[in-house]
């Protein structure tokens, strides 16, 4: 069964921001690479979308021709995902031959089966002084809905309305500035509207003609949701020409001056795309575009879900020879700090930015893959922090994962020369077997199911049950005792089976990072299959690595960030931390704030803590969750040891309540918890967040707590 990826093409007016990355992108190559482990038929293709107004425009004010600004831009974005592990199959252009070509065919199709183009006059903005037809996005004004002074033709950035130019008050070109005037011209639209009772069934029950193509339980509701909102209004005809001197000349002998629509043309980038990639390697691309069995899965960003999810299946059934798609798991949108990212604003990352300035940081790449992969806006708008970044990195990658490799790996050498120990006896290594064995398929899931984070998550707990195992057996304690303890091989031989795990099922995530492990423990970078095989040993009893194999050693995989005795890396999170508030003094021409004193409350009320700011509050993480287990902290008659399901995960915390709570009374208990809290240890006992509680006149506690059966992991706003 072919599966055939695709993730929306990037306008090549501009470098790529980390939205972009967390949008359409580090999703896709984590489903690619897990599919590529699986040992399936898979073609991940993108590329850069060359035409459109926006690039026309940024040319026209540079002075400069428009394939300057394309040439830039695509090798630029192009290197950048390169860079951080993104790992197309092909990724073509736009402007290519090859593309225009099959745009073409494409349009003359549709054009001949008849009916699915109208032919319309109308009066369009002209701009006389470049005697021009004048885009929407040439067209500025007063948004007739909020009063933005600076909205386009066809979208106010301010308040997110769709426009037309016509609507706008006080048009003028953004060309010269002149006030445009209105002038007849023919183009031709897409007549959506006859497809509306196929998209209707489609997307609801997931069914063609009665025929099941897709499991709409799988896809996200806010894709199935703003699709029905489209058809429940009504669709409309779509023009699919426009008036440019920069695009895909329009094949028809009427058609003179006139350039395909961007829209209509850039999903056509995904076929001209998978044809480029089959002419160098030997295949028919319609294995993947006309064959029944193929899985097909557009990864965009919610933006993206109308075009992707409505007008190119309608496309693809009104052409009559395409597969659609099984699933278009768009994602939310990744804001910077609490603010939308902006380039004039100086608000944000760039990519190519990012892998200039992280140059030096070990494993910088993966470092950003895993920050973002484990707050990606799947469900809901995420938020991307430095905090964040630094936390994930220290926590999960140094404290959790590099730790355990190098104990591992150390003790092996230390008491076995470096080579994998043999079982004391047979049947020891089945807990730990059945852990890796239900953790792998446990990922293999999620991934499949397109819940990335839940992955990720489930990834940690296995790095953190090989913590605990160590810890908890401690063979240098046993060694101490009698160094030719037989469970001394028992124990390290069961380490080294989780290890080897975790260096193959980083590969979707932090595939260099995977790479180092598996170097360590000296096998082969991951390839195809080894997904499969793996699953295929645990199932069959069988250990990953065999005894006598011999391993390396890790040394310190991830410095970390926060370091008592070295702050380079701190130093560089700080830099970024100063470019940002630089940026809020520019914006807002102030300097640090200072806090107004506490307002006085009156006495049967606690006073009110000092103002903090909006930016500062955002940067708690707060999440709903349930305790499933608890107990009493030996010495302490204030702590209980509680642990928490955080949907995905569990940890350990701390909590002052043992005066007010029976343990017994907490099993199930919804809460309220601050996750992003540095853990830190109580009575010996490590504590990774902090539950919310609310404290009466008498001193009497109760919880701040969602209702019961909400849900695990879910923001509180």
């Known amino acids: 069964m072919p599966h055939l990826l695709t993730s929306a093409l990037p306008y090549a007016n501009g470098p790529l921001h980390l939205g972009h990355l967390a949008g359409a992108y580090l999703p896709a190559d984590i489903y690619a690479r897990y599919l590529r482990l699986m040992g399936k038929d898979v073609l991940w293709v993108c590329g850069s979308d060359e035409h459109g107004a926006a690039i026309t425009l940024r040319a026209k004010k540079e002075g400069i021709d428009p394939k300057q600004i394309i040439d830039k831009y695509h090798e630029l974005n192009k290197h950048s995902f390169a860079a951080l592990g993104i790992s197309f199959d092909y990724y073509h252009r736009t402007s290519e031959p090859l593309h225009h070509e099959t745009s073409q065919d494409f349009f003359r199709k549709l054009d001949q089966k008849g009916g699915e183009f109208i032919i319309r ?33 066809d979208q106010c950035e301010n308040c997110g309305s769709d426009l037309s130019p016509t609507e706008l008050i006080d048009p003028v070109s953004v060309l010269s500035g002149a006030k445009p005037i209105l002038r007849e011209t023919k183009h031709w639209y897409f007549d959506l509207a006859r497809h509306e009772e196929f998209l209707r069934t489609w997307i609801q029950e997931g069914t063609i003609d009665g025929e099941p193509q897709h499991d709409p339980r799988q896809w996200k509701k806010h894709v199935i949701g703003q699709c029905m909102s489209w058809l429940n209004e009504g669709l409309q005809p779509r023009a699919i020409t426009r008036d440019l001197d920069w695009g895909i000349s329009v094949p028809h002998p009427d058609a003179e001056g006139k350039v395909l629509y961007v829209w209509f043309d850039a999903p056509i980038g995904y076929i001209s795309s998978t044809k480029q990639w089959c002419l160098e390697n030997g295949r028919d691309w319609k294995d993947y575009w006309q064959n029944p069995d193929t899985e097909l899965v557009h990864f965009i960003g919610k933006d993206n879900i109308v075009f992707h999810c409505l007008i190119f299946p309608a496309m693809l059934r009104a052409h009559g020879d395409y597969v659609l798609p099984k699933n278009v798991p768009a994602n939310q949108f990744l804001n910077f700090e609490g603010d939308k990212f902006s380039k004039s604003r100086g608000w944000g990352i760039e990519l190519h930015e990012y892998i200039e300035e992280f140059d030096a940081f070990p494993n910088g790449e993966d470092a950003l893959r895993w920050a973002l992969i484990r707050n990606l806006p799947e469900q809901s708008d995420a938020d991307f922090t430095w905090d964040g970044f630094t ?13 355990f490799f190098n104990r591992v790996t150390v003790l092996t050498h230390k008491f076995f020369d470096g ?27 999620h991934i499949e199911a397109f819940r990335f984070k839940d992955a990720a998550s489930a990834f940690v707990e296995l790095a953190s049950y090989g913590n605990t195992y160590l810890q908890d057996a401690a063979p240098w304690s046993l060694a ?16 080294n089976q989780i290890a080897a795990a975790l260096a193959l099922l980083a590969h979707p995530f932090v595939p260099l990072v995977s790479a ?23 199932e069959a009893g069988k250990p990953l690595l065999e005894p006598g194999h011999l391993i390396g050693t890790a040394g310190v995989l991830f410095p970390k960030i926060v370091d008592r005795k070295d702050d380079t890396l701190q130093n560089l999170i700080q830099r970024q931390r100063d470019k940002l508030t630089a940026a809020l003094e520019r914006r807002d021409g102030a300097t640090t704030l200072t806090a107004p004193p506490a307002t006085p409350q009156p006495l049967e009320r606690p006073a009110e803590k000092a103002e903090v700011s909006f930016d500062d509050f955002t940067k708690l993480d707060l999440r709903t969750a349930t305790i499933v ?31 007010h709570f029976d343990p017994a009374t907490l099993i199930g208990q919804p809460v309220v918890v601050v996750t992003n809290l540095a853990p830190r240890k109580m009575a010996g006992v490590l504590s990774e967040a902090m539950i919310l509680m609310a404290e009466d006149a008498d001193e009497k506690l109760q919880f701040v707590a969602p209702p019961a059966g909400f849900g695990n992991g879910w923001t509180v706003r």
């Open 480 to 495: 101490k005792l009698d160094p030719e303890d037989p469970r001394i091989g028992t124990i390290l031989f069961n380490c």
């Open 391 to 403: 936390e994930y990195y220290d926590k999960d990658l140094a404290d959790k994962l590099g730790n």
């Open 121 to 153: 006059s109308t009066e369009q903005y002209y701009d006389p002084e470049f005697g021009q037809f004048l885009a929407d996005r040439y067209i500025k004004g007063i948004c007739p809905k909020c009063g933005f002074a600076e909205a386009y033709g």
């Open 516 to 538: 180092k492990l598996r170097t360590v423990l000296k096998q082969e970078v991951a390839d195809n299959g080894d997904w499969a095989k793996t699953r295929d040993l645990l």
């Open 419 to 445: 080579a994998v120990p043999a079982l004391a006896e047979a049947g020891a290594g089945a807990q730990v077997q059945s852990k890796i064995r239900e953790a792998t398929a446990s990922i293999g899931s």
């Open 629 to 659: 287990s608890a107990e009493a902290v030996k010495k302490s008659n204030k702590l209980l040891h509680l642990t928490i399901d955080l949907g995905g995960e569990r940890r350990s915390v701390v909590s002052g309540i043992a005066k």
